[in-house]
Structures are given as structure tokens and as C-alpha cells.
């Protein structure tokens, strides 16, 4: 098939690269990218294979190797057995933390940000800019330095190792990156539209909610997706401001990954990743786009 | 006096999150600042003892461990992702049809937890079953790949993780530069005969240097933020070897009862991070005022 269209195709005397050598490059460069795709792809693989897998087939058969028997006892496990130390309920509970927590902290930190961007690419008062880049500036800082007062602060509020404090944390510490967004999307809006309809005597939450509100949709999927990706990924606050009952879903995952009782069981270990990752990877394949979107503007227009 | 009130609106919306910001930020740095300075163990002490927990921290064995791997570390992390980024966003630029399918299997790692990329890493590097054992199955039967139970190699082993993690991210904020650079500059030197390559090297890739310090700075940023990827792989393990800083300051914090510690040790990453940081965000808002 490829000799009969080099033979056939136009002839390549005047062109710098001729055509077999352009086809020889085209499928260098398709191997290249299968490849790579291979790379990514791989641990996704190995961890819905190895997730259906009895132990004794993981034990005699290989990493890449299709399950010969399909047996579903890994996932139910995982989600309803499993034992992170001492208590042995399955990831489950931990999920419907994250879920929990997951949900107001989004929302409470999207529109504190919806609002501080408004104000701030909108309502310009002496000082606002210098305030912007106070919130700006937390966006940079490792957590460590805020972690030790932090648990001490939430212990003084009354709320230590519970949800309501972990959610406290992340919404305090989103703001910074919500307000960014909004302002930056904010900005593009003409002034000129507020001194009209303030012309026309509507006030500040009157065109916020009339004007802004509408226009806003894109940039609060691309908030929420970020927020959302940001705590229910976390670890380090989780792991810091949690206790036995209250850990979100990563923490549980690492326990039970690293729980020592018993046998080693790495398709429930599996099955329970897979299942903490499903919620972020399912916005990843729905909304894609904004969440790429969400990843570049938190870092270049930082 | 309602028009009064109606100016202040803006300030009092943005008011709580400014006094949450200035305490939750500001305020706690200073905390972290002073008990750094101080001899607190288990709990805080307020009296001031000068640099101690620095002179501590600086002859700490594992500490060192920690800030050579942060070097290793950040320096292969940032160095591979980088190149892969660039290679795969040249490779995707060549107008391929299924360039979409293939963006999102190089970005899926990115929407992950590091736990999890951990835990299934873990699971593919483990030299009982890993891919150890598949490959000593296809009849290579010496070949040993322990990198996460060897103290020397258990670092490379949270590199790869890092770059398969972090690459796809690169590459997107890469494909994005090549895409935003002028169309008839490049259709100008096609038409001059040069060769694709000296495009790349000569016009494309200078005009893309803000996109390389962005993602310079974004990955040095995971780079020293890094606690959950090795907590995951490796727990820090073999013994101390892959500690960082940051699982060094948790550690101290939360199961060492070391708070001075702790607060040393966050100091110093703060300090690494804007030393990367400051200067771009810096020229970043002068060349907005200009």
C-alpha cells in the first residue's frame, strides 16, 4: 500500500524532503507519540487490570497481563472492607468526607472569590490593588508555614479534627486563587458598562447580579473545577487537621495502602486508588477544557 | 448618608477576606517566624533563643538528606519535565488528527492525587511482582529494578512519578505557546526554504522564553511542595533517604513533637520558594505598570 503511493505520487524532484523520507518521519513520528501514550497510559492499565485480579493470579501472573478470571471481590473490598489501622469499613466513609467537605468548601471559596474579584476589577478604591496583591502573595506560600498555627487556631475555634475546620482551611486558603480568577476574567469587562448602569441607578449587588452574574458561567466552571480538583486531592491538610472519623478519602487510601495487617492485598489497594481518583478524573473527561484552562491560568497569569 | 454607605459596599465585601488573609497568612508566617526562634519542643515557647533551631537544623543529618534530595530531586524533575513538555508539544504541533485523544492521555496524570499516583507507582516499581518480576518472567533473569527499597536510588524512583505526573501540564502550557506564535513569521521562513527544525530553534522557541519560566516556576513550586508523592512511593523510606523538606517539617510537627523543628524547617522551604518566586512575580508586575 505505501510502495504503490510513493510510486504514484507526485514527483518529488523540486521538494527539499522527498516523499518516502516524509513518510519514513510521519511514521517516526506516530511511533514517538504511541509510545509516549503508552507511557501515560500504562499505570492506569496495570491499575484496572491488577484491580480485577484474584491475589493468587497477581501473584503467578505478570503486571501487564489481562485478568484470565474478572472478579469484582477487589473493588467491594475497597469500598466496604478494607482496613485503614484499626477500623476495617472499606473507603467508603472517607469518600462521603470528601464528599462533604468537598462540595461547601468549593462553593463558600467560588463566590468569596466571584465577589472579592468583583470588587477589585470593578470597584477600584485606593488600596484595592495592594490588598490583591496581599491575597496573591498566600497563593504562593508552602502550606508548612501556616500548618502548626493553623492546628493550633482551629483548636482554639473549637473545631479541630473535624470536617467543618478542614473546610474552614481550604476555603481560607483557596480564596487567594478564586479572587485571582474572577479578577482576571473580571478585568476584561469595559468600566464603562458599571458607569452606565450606575447612571441608570442600579447599585453594587444590582449589577453584580444582573450584569456580571450572567456573563460569568465560564470562568465559574473553570473555578469550581479547580477548586474541586485542589481539595479533594489534598493530602497535607487533610492529614494535619483530621482525626480517626473525619480523614478525607486520600488519607484513607494512604492508610490503607500502608496498613500492615494481614496480607498484602494490591488489588484492593488498587480498586481503593481508583475509586479516590474517579471523581477528579470524571470532571477531567467531562470539562477537560476548563480544567486545562483552570491549570494555565493559576500558573502563567500568576 | 446612604451614599456614603453605598461607596463603602466594595470595601466591606472585600473586607473578610482581606482581615482572613492578613491573619490566616500574614499573621501565621509571623507565628512560624518567631517560634522558629525560639527552643520549642512539644509545645510552643514565646522567649526568643536566637538562630538554635537553625544551628539544629543545619546539623542535622536528615535534614541534609532532605535538602540534597530537594536538589536531586527538583533539579531531574523540573530538567525531564521540561524536555518531555517540549518534545511532546512539538510532536502534537505537527498537525495530527488525533492530537485531542492524545492531549488528554498526556494530561489525564494531572487531575490525579499524588497519593494515588504514589500508590499505583508503588505498586509498579515493587520488586516482588512490579515490573521487576515481569521482566525477569520474559527471560532476562538478572535484571534488577529496585530503585524504591534502595536508599540510593529510592529518589529516582519519586522522580519518575513526578515526571509522568507533572509532563502532560508542561506540555499543554507549551502547546499553547507554539500555538499563540505568529503564523507568518513561520509561514515567511517556509516559504525562504528553511528547514523545520531551524524554525524551532531559531524563531519558535526564543519567543516562547515566558512560557519556560512559567513552567519553571510552577514545577519549582510542586518541587518543594512535594510531600504527598513521597509519602505515597516511598514514605519517606528507605529509613530517611527520600525525605524532603516538607515531609521532614511534618514529621518533626506532628510525629516528633518538635515544634521549633518544624517551624525552622518551614521557614527555609518559604524562604527556597521565594528566592524562585519573588523575583518573577517582580518583573511580572513591572512589566505591567510599564
Same mark, same amino acid.
Given at each position: 500500500?505505501? /510502495? ?47 484491580? !480485577? ?54 462553593? %463558600? ?65 483557596? %480564596? ?15 468600566? /464603562? ?21 450572567? !456573563? ?7 473555578? *469550581? %473545577? ?7 486531592? /489534598? ?15 486520600? *488519607? ?16 484492593? /489497594? ?10 477528579? !478524573? ?21 | ?31 512560624? +517566624?518567631?517560634?522558629?526562634?525560639? $527552643?520549642? $519542643? ?32 527538583? +533539579? ?9 513538555? #517540549?518534545? #511532546? ?9 488525533? &492530537? ?27 520488586? =516482588?511482582?512490579?515490573? &521487576?518480576?515481569?521482566? $525477569?518472567?520474559?527471560?532476562? &533473569? ?35 505557546? #507554539? ?56 514514605? =519517606? ?19 516528633? =513533637?518538635?515544634?521549633?523543628?518544624? +517551624? ?19 518583573? &511580572? ?6
Amino acid at each position: 500500500m505505501t /510502495d504503490f503511493i510513493s510510486s504514484t505520487g507526485l514527483p518529488a524532484a523540486s521538494r527539499a524532503p522527498s516523499r518516502p523520507a516524509q513518510i519514513a518521519l510521519r511514521w517516526l513520528l506516530f511511533t514517538l507519540l504511541g509510545v509516549f501514550a503508552l507511557f501515560y497510559l500504562m499505570p492506569l492499565f496495570v491499575m484496572v487490570t491488577t484491580s !480485577l485480579k484474584s491475589l493468587e493470579e497477581i501473584r503467578t501472573g505478570s503486571l501487564v497481563a489481562f485478568p484470565r478470571e474478572i472478579t469484582f471481590e477487589a473493588w467491594r473490598t475497597a469500598w466496604s472492607g478494607a482496613c485503614t489501622g484499626i477500623q476495617c469499613e472499606g473507603l467508603r466513609p472517607y469518600f462521603w468526607n470528601s464528599v462533604i467537605l468537598a462540595v461547601p468548601a468549593v462553593l %463558600i471559596s467560588t463566590f468569596l472569590g466571584a465577589a472579592n474579584g468583583y470588587v477589585i476589577a470593578q470597584w477600584n478604591f485606593r488600596g484595592a490593588n495592594l490588598i490583591f496583591s496581599a491575597m496573591l502573595f498566600g497563593c504562593f506560600i508552602p502550606f508548612q508555614v501556616v500548618l502548626l498555627p493553623m492546628a493550633r487556631m482551629l483548636g482554639l475555634m473549637g473545631i479541630a479534627g473535624t470536617i467543618p475546620g478542614l473546610m474552614f482551611a481550604h476555603v481560607i486558603y483557596g %480564596i487567594g486563587f478564586t479572587t485571582l480568577f474572577f479578577r482576571n476574567f473580571y478585568v476584561t469587562v469595559p468600566g /464603562d458598562l458599571v458607569k452606565a448602569a450606575k447612571v441608570d441607578g442600579a447599585g453594587f449587588f444590582r449589577i453584580f447580579w444582573s450584569i456580571f452574574l450572567p !456573563l460569568s458561567l465560564p470562568i465559574f466552571v473553570v473555578t *469550581v %473545577i479547580w477548586q474541586f480538583t485542589q481539595i479533594w486531592n /489534598d493530602f497535607l491538610f487533610g492529614v494535619s487537621f483530621s482525626q480517626a472519623g473525619t480523614q478525607p478519602v486520600t *488519607v484513607a487510601l494512604n492508610n490503607i495502602v500502608n496498613s500492615t495487617t494481614g496480607v498484602k492485598e494490591y488489588n484492593v /489497594d488498587m480498586a481503593a486508588a481508583i475509586i479516590a481518583a474517579l471523581p477528579t !478524573l470524571l470532571v477531567y473527561v467531562v470539562a477537560g477544557k476548563y480544567f486545562i484552562r483552570g491549570l494555565t491560568a493559576g500558573s502563567v497569569k500568576g | 448618608m446612604t451614599a456614603w454607605l453605598e461607596r463603602q459596599i466594595p470595601k466591606m465585601v472585600l473586607a473578610p477576606s482581606f482581615v482572613a488573609v492578613l491573619i490566616f497568612v500574614y499573621g501565621f508566617i509571623g507565628w512560624t +517566624a518567631w517560634v522558629s526562634l525560639t $527552643r520549642s $519542643r512539644l509545645l510552643p515557647k514565646y522567649d526568643l533563643h536566637g538562630f538554635i533551631q537553625y544551628k539544629r537544623l543545619l546539623a542535622s543529618p536528615r535534614w541534609d538528606t532532605a535538602m540534597d534530595n530537594l536538589f536531586v530531586f527538583g +533539579a531531574l524533575f523540573i530538567g525531564i519535565s521540561m524536555l518531555l513538555g #517540549l518534545l #511532546l508539544a512539538i510532536l502534537l504541533d505537527q498537525k495530527i488528527r488525533v &492530537e485531542g485523544v492524545l492531549r488528554t492521555i498526556y494530561l489525564y496524570p494531572m487531575a490525579l492525587s499524588m497519593i494515588v499516583t504514589g500508590t499505583a507507582w508503588k505498586w509498579i516499581m515493587n520488586p =516482588g511482582l512490579g515490573l &521487576e518480576a515481569m521482566v $525477569r518472567s520474559w527471560g532476562f &533473569e538478572s535484571f534488577s529494578f529496585a530503585w524504591v527499597i534502595d536508599p540510593k536510588m529510592a529518589i529516582y524512583a519519586v522522580v519518575i512519578a513526578g515526571v509522568w505526573q507533572a509532563s502532560g501540564f508542561v506540555m499543554a502550557l507549551f502547546l499553547a505557546g #507554539l500555538r499563540s506564535v505568529d503564523g507568518e513569521i513561520i509561514k515567511a521562513a517556509q516559504v525562504d526554504g528553511i528547514p523545520g527544525w531551524r524554525i524551532y530553534s531559531a524563531i519558535i522557541l526564543p519567543s516562547m522564553a515566558p512560557i519556560f519560566l512559567s513552567a519553571f516556576i510552577v514545577l519549582a513550586h510542586l518541587a518543594i511542595k512535594s510531600f504527598d508523592l513521597v509519602i505515597a512511593l516511598t514514605g =519517606g523510606g528507605p529509613g530517611y533517604a527520600t525525605d524532603l523538606p516538607a515531609t521532614y517539617m511534618y514529621a518533626m510537627a506532628f510525629s516528633r =513533637g518538635d515544634i521549633g523543628q518544624a +517551624a525552622s524547617s518551614a521557614m527555609v522551604m518559604m524562604a527556597v520558594v521565594f528566592a524562585i518566586v519573588v523575583p518573577y512575580l517582580y518583573s &511580572e508586575l513591572r512589566a505591567k505598570h510599564d
